[in-house]
């Protein structure tokens, strides 16, 4: 385009006339550095540990230098004197090229970007920073990534350590957890605005819910009723919504679940609703989009599966009503095994044999015998009065012998392990406590992970989506104006900007929360595309997928 900027006729990173000559110059570097470590001696005796991590150390940051070199050669970020400003729309003035350091899986680059300044706001961005989704961050895309993947399995100061232990790069704990957290914010957000139905992957699909204590901040607690001796709090509820199915038979032909099927949402969420409530509760309405989700609500079968709590079988019956109810075997033996401690006292042979019996009852479905056992003691024992409440408040959930010959599963399990790895393996280890937003935060990055789809989200990823969407929607304006203006060659028709490919107007379309994945596009492929429009000349666009295919 050449009417861009001082150097702006050097033309976007996919292109570069001097490939061959940067590939050459590179390769030799890389060599002479390579040929400095191991010296120029017989090879024998050689720590070859010690030389291939030094190695990696050097070539990445030949790599980085080049990288940056080359980003730095190229200002068509320049896009003219005159920006809209992001925030108050007046024009923000181009005031030279910045310099900023940030972290990338190559080690420290420093760039220097075209800068527009608005007086009004007393604030500025850089169109660059935006295209490489570098917006309002000190990490590239690919270390924000390993953040989010590290900090998603193990604790903030572990994950730091193992990335710098296995990729080489520091980030400070400080770092990994705010940058964690921002991704997890984003991911619950995305969470909630986008649900693509599939179809249900069985014909028989269960569905689950429980809830599972997490340590908080006093802070969070202030005021809230808990379990401790003096009434207060120590944790809170985060409460797991997990579906999967079990198609699989074990070698007693009981149902196992089918590997891969499991997925989770949860969060510190209430689900209460009264009904009065106009709409669901915050958990009725993520068990919603989680079993639209996952095909639940179209599955020719379904299953809801839990304990005996209360809140589980509202739910089932607001949002599936139809479905079939089980409460979890296991738990109802449990308590009937509570009550025999309690009768007959704990480790007697008495409560062992009178517990053996219920459990046989409640295996073979004689319910009522099992009632009557219970009652004979439910005037004098408490446990025996409350699990008689319970078998009775859920005999139509315990109809055990009906549901096994159906070939359902009646076992919890999924669930149970759900709460133990999707939330406790996490969030309740030694020394943590949490505040309620950064719990759901690092659950929501932790559920995305363990369901498979961390790598959907990140395709479609924003770096911040609100203000992002917006300098977008106002560069793709502006970008198009200047364009007319100078009449330039302009492959797009006369709205290129709803059109998607080499566009800018699908990252718009996904900061908005357009639904349409095939507008959806990280901050790479918008990148390289403002680069192309910014550039002004048409070429294909290099999309951030098959760049990162190609790197792989
Ligand atoms: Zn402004």
Redesign the pocket.
């Known amino acids: 385009m050449g009417g861009h900027g001082a150097g702006g006729a050097s033309g976007g990173l996919a292109r570069g006339r001097a490939k061959g000559g940067l590939k050459k110059a590179f390769d030799a570097e890389v060599t002479v550095e390579i040929e400095t470590l191991v010296g120029p001696g017989a090879l024998e005796g050689l720590d070859f540990e010690a030389i291939e991590t030094a190695a990696r150390r050097q070539a990445l940051a030949v790599a980085a230098r080049a990288i940056a070199q080359r980003l730095n050669a190229d200002h068509s970020d320049h896009v003219g004197p005159i920006l809209s ?6 024009p ?1 003035r181009y005031a030279g090229r910045r310099e900023k350091s940030f972290e990338t899986v190559l080690g420290e680059m420093t760039l220097a970007r075209a800068y527009y300044h ?6 500025g961005f850089c169109p660059r920073d935006l295209a490489l989704g570098l917006l309002d961050t000190t990490l590239s895309p690919a270390l924000t990534r390993m953040v989010g993947l590290v900090s998603a399995m193990v604790s903030f100061a572990e994950g730091g350590e193992l990335m710098q232990e296995l990729a080489g790069v520091e980030v400070d704990v400080k770092q990994v957890e705010r940058t964690a957290k921002t991704l997890g914010r984003e991911i619950a957000e995305d969470e909630r605005r986008v649900v693509e139905p599939s179809p249900p992957t069985a014909p028989t699909m269960y569905l689950g819910m429980d809830g599972t204590g997490v340590p908080m901040r006093r802070s969070e607690l202030a005021g809230r009723a808990g379990k401790q001796p003096d009434g207060s709090a120590k944790t809170r509820e985060v409460k797991l919504c997990t579906v999967w199915s079990a198609e699989c038979r074990d070698r007693e032909g009981i149902p196992v679940r089918d590997q891969g099927s499991v997925s989770y949402s949860a969060a510190i969420e209430s689900a209460a609703s009264r009904d009065t409530d106009q709409t669901l509760s915050a958990f009725a309405q993520r068990v919603g989009r989680e079993a639209r989700r996952r095909g639940f609500d179209q599955a020719p079968r379904r299953v809801v599966l839990g304990d005996g709590a209360p809140w589980i079988w509202n739910l089932a019956d607001e949002l599936f009503p139809g479905a079939v109810q089980i409460v979890d075997l296991y738990h109802a033996k449990h308590h009937l095994s509570d009550v025999a401690k309690a009768i007959y006292g704990p480790g007697s042979d008495l409560a062992r044999q009178w517990a053996k019996q219920r459990h046989q009852e409640l295996d073979e479905g004689h319910l009522g015998s099992l009632l009557l056992a219970l009652r004979a003691h439910a005037e004098v024992n408490e446990e025996a009065r409350k699990c008689l409440d319970y078998i009775t408040r859920n005999h139509s959930r315990m109809r055990y012998p009906e549901f096994r010959s159906k070939g359902l599963s009646v076992s919890t399990g999924v669930v149970e392990a759900g709460c133990k790895v999707a939330i406790g393996t996490r969030l309740k280890r030694a020394g943590m406590h949490w505040t309620a937003a950064g719990a759901d935060a690092i659950i929501a990055l932790r559920c995305c992970k363990l369901s498979g789809r961390f790598e959907d989200f990140w395709v479609k990823w924003t770096p911040i989506s609100g203000p992002v969407a917006k300098v977008v929607l106002v560069a793709c304006s502006l970008f198009e104006r200047s364009r007319n203006h100078e009449e330039q060659d302009e492959p797009h028709d006369a709205q290129p900007c709803v059109q998607g490919e080499g566009c800018l107007g699908g990252a718009a379309g996904a900061g908005a929360g357009g639904g349409d994945r095939s507008t959806l596009q990280g901050p790479r492929e918008r990148g390289l595309q403002v680069a192309a429009s910014a550039g002004g000349e048409h070429r294909p666009s290099v999309r951030g997928r098959e760049c990162r295919q190609r790197l792989r």
Not at 85 to 90: E, L, R, T
């Open positions: 400003c992001v925030a108050c729309h007046k923000a608005c007086e009004g706001c007393e604030a």
